[in-house]
């Protein structure tokens, strides 16, 4: 079975850093499939921040984050989203989705398959 499980959130303060990891399992042909995160505050649309290929790590940011969010990934199957110089404006219910690999540079969030309905809840406050 197809699973994409988020873990890591919690809280954390202005400046502050963050890891979430993304478990994956139950997929095929893997590598021709990117690992994106999406983030969602309640009442706006899902934003797609950052995207990296299973095939050879090419990774995709959103301007929102560029220079302060990294991802990469394990060979047991985990993607990660190293979050650093954390503002308030980063909280938001964080998700992670998989697509075809092509589809990484563009982020939209409908050409995604996820669980959306699980995510980890990020909050940065003082």
């Known amino acids: 079975q197809e699973s994409l499980v988020e873990s890591g959130g919690g809280l954390v303060q202005p400046g502050g850093s963050l890891r979430l990891s993304c478990s994956v399992s139950?997929?095929?042909?893997?590598?021709?499939?990117?690992i994106a995160w999406f983030r969602q505050v309640l009442g706006k649309e899902r934003e797609g921040i950052s995207c990296?290929?299973?095939?050879?790590?090419?990774t995709y940011y959103a301007d929102s984050v560029k220079g302060r969010f990294t991802t990469s990934r394990d060979n047991d199957k985990t993607v990660y989203l190293h979050m650093n110089r954390l503002k308030p404006e980063d909280t938001a219910v964080y998700y992670c989705?998989?697509?075809?690999?092509?589809?990484?540079?563009?982020?939209?969030?409908?050409?995604?398959?996820?669980?959306w309905g699980q995510g980890t809840q990020v909050t940065v406050s003082s």
């Open positions: 989705a998989t697509a075809r690999t092509e589809f990484c540079e563009a982020l939209v969030a409908d050409d995604f398959f996820g669980s």
């Open positions: 139950g997929f095929a042909l893997l590598e021709y499939l990117g």
């Open positions: 990296i290929s299973m095939n050879d790590g090419s």
